[in-house]
């Protein structure tokens, strides 16, 4: 019996299964504008809902209180939210003068008030002054920082007394934007631009601290993660009213957007999807290499006279 040859088919699209619903993925990233009373963890579920796949992580934390710029990676981009992860943050920000709380922040039991009535503009200014530059920043002791495998803040509700180590951090921008004087606090507006791990609640904490009253940070909003801006960024309502069309950088156009790109030919994307090395083309790393076609293939960085994958993203 002779037995006729299947005729090739067209590859068949991932999909994605996912609360009965089916629909194909799309690999990239989301810049979202996270509101508040949300963790970022809450943004990444409700973001597995609408692009229909588990296959979704942040690219660094905002907490609760906090709005603004969230960068989500969705199916392979998630590979990428390691370099997003370190790119410098800008905010806006308000610090209260007068009041320090058990979280350096709103959401924290007011631990102590002294009035800030006679503190003087000029002092203001000179203390925000000295938060700037580079400067070893103790975080706040209610942060996700592990010790011994435990979020700090856990250790801290469960009564233990935590002490964190001083990180050296860069705070290259600080304006101040406004002084708001209400009886005896003081509200200070302030736009900050700063190195991945830098705390504003910490600059609040150690502002207020500086001028002998305490102070925390009433209000938070991520403005821009390295490139990307509230320009761009998309509400939650608004991902929803698009569902599962909820990509708006796939993964080439997002690696272009925090790292340089190189190209490659059709031997050297054949090389890189089985995880081999190109020749080294001079270039700082890490960056990107895109294939014939315009998709992103890995992640490399040179190392002498090769160029070797740090994440191939590209099918073997």
């Not at 699209?13 to 963890?41: E, N, Q, R, Y």
């Not at 700037?132 to 920082?145: F, K, L, N, R, Y």
């Not at 606090?185 to 910490?202: E, F, L, P």
């Not at 998309?234 to 698009?242: D, F, I, K, S, Y």
């Given at each position: 019996?002779?037995?006729?040859?299947?005729?090739?088919?067209?590859?068949?699209?991932?999909?994605?299964?996912?609360?009965?619903?089916?629909?194909?993925?799309?690999?990239?990233?989301?810049?979202?504008?996270?509101?508040?009373?949300?963790?970022?963890?809450?943004?990444?579920?409700?973001?597995?809902?609408?692009?229909?796949?588990?296959?979704?992580?942040?690219?660094?934390?905002?907490?609760?209180?906090?709005?603004?710029?969230?960068?989500?990676g969705v199916n392979k981009a998630t590979r990428l939210l390691t370099y997003v992860i370190g790119a410098?943050?800008?905010?806006?920000?308000?610090?209260?003068?007068?009041?320090?709380?058990?979280?350096?922040?709103?959401?924290?039991?007011?631990?102590?008030?002294?009035?800030?009535?006679?503190?003087?503009?000029?002092?203001?200014?000179?203390?925000?002054?000295?938060?700037?530059?580079?400067?070893?920043?103790?975080?706040?002791?209610?942060?996700?920082?592990?010790?011994?495998?435990?979020?700090?803040?856990?250790?801290?509700?469960?009564?233990?007394?935590?002490?964190?180590?001083?990180?050296?951090?860069?705070?290259?921008?600080?304006?101040?934007?406004?002084?708001?004087?209400?009886?005896?606090?003081?509200?200070?507006?302030?736009?900050?631009?700063?190195?991945?791990?830098?705390?504003?609640?910490?600059?609040?904490?150690?502002?207020?601290?500086?001028?002998?009253?305490?102070?925390?940070?009433?209000?938070?909003?991520?403005?821009?993660?390295?490139?990307?801006?509230?320009?761009?960024?998309?509400?939650?309502?608004?991902?929803?009213?698009?569902?599962?069309?909820?990509?708006?950088?796939?993964?080439?156009?997002?690696?272009?957007?925090?790292?340089?790109?190189?190209?490659?030919?059709?031997?050297?994307?054949?090389?890189?999807?089985?995880?081999?090395?190109?020749?080294?083309?001079?270039?700082?790393?890490?960056?990107?290499?895109?294939?014939?076609?315009?998709?992103?293939?890995?992640?490399?960085?040179?190392?002498?006279?090769?160029?070797?994958?740090?994440?191939?993203?590209?099918?073997?």
């Amino acid at each position: 019996m002779r037995i006729k040859p299947r005729t090739p088919t067209a590859p068949v699209p991932v999909v994605c299964c996912l609360a009965g619903l089916t629909a194909v993925t799309s690999d990239g990233l989301i810049v979202v504008d996270k509101p508040g009373g949300m963790t970022s963890h809450d943004v990444v579920s409700r973001l597995r809902r609408l692009a229909k796949t588990r296959r979704v992580g942040h690219g660094g934390t905002l907490d609760p209180m906090a709005t603004g710029v969230l960068i989500i990676g969705v199916n392979k981009a998630t590979r990428l939210l390691t370099y997003v992860i370190g790119a410098d943050k800008s905010y806006a920000a308000t610090v209260r003068l007068g009041q320090s709380t058990v979280t350096d922040d709103a959401e924290g039991e007011v631990t102590a008030t002294v009035s800030a009535g006679d503190v003087r503009d000029d002092a203001i200014t000179a203390a925000f002054a000295a938060q700037t530059g580079e400067i070893d920043q103790v975080p706040s002791a209610v942060s996700a920082i592990k010790i011994d495998g435990q979020r700090a803040y856990k250790r801290v509700r469960g009564g233990e007394e935590v002490a964190l180590p001083a990180r050296r951090v860069t705070v290259s921008r600080l304006e101040i934007l406004a002084v708001r004087r209400a009886g005896e606090v003081i509200d200070v507006d302030v736009d900050v631009t700063c190195s991945s791990g830098t705390y504003i609640r910490a600059i609040a904490r150690d502002v207020g601290a500086a001028l002998g009253v305490g102070g925390h940070l009433t209000a938070l909003r991520r403005t821009a993660v390295g490139g990307f801006t509230l320009a761009e960024a998309r509400t939650l309502e608004e991902l929803e009213a698009v569902s599962p069309d909820v990509v708006n950088l796939p993964m080439a156009d997002a690696a272009r957007r925090f790292m340089p790109v190189r190209d490659a030919d059709a031997e050297e994307a054949r090389t890189l999807s089985h995880g081999g090395p190109l020749v080294a083309a001079g270039i700082a790393g890490p960056y990107a290499v895109l294939g014939p076609s315009g998709d992103l293939l890995a992640v490399v960085s040179e190392h002498g006279t090769k160029a070797k994958p740090e994440i191939v993203l590209a099918a073997s």
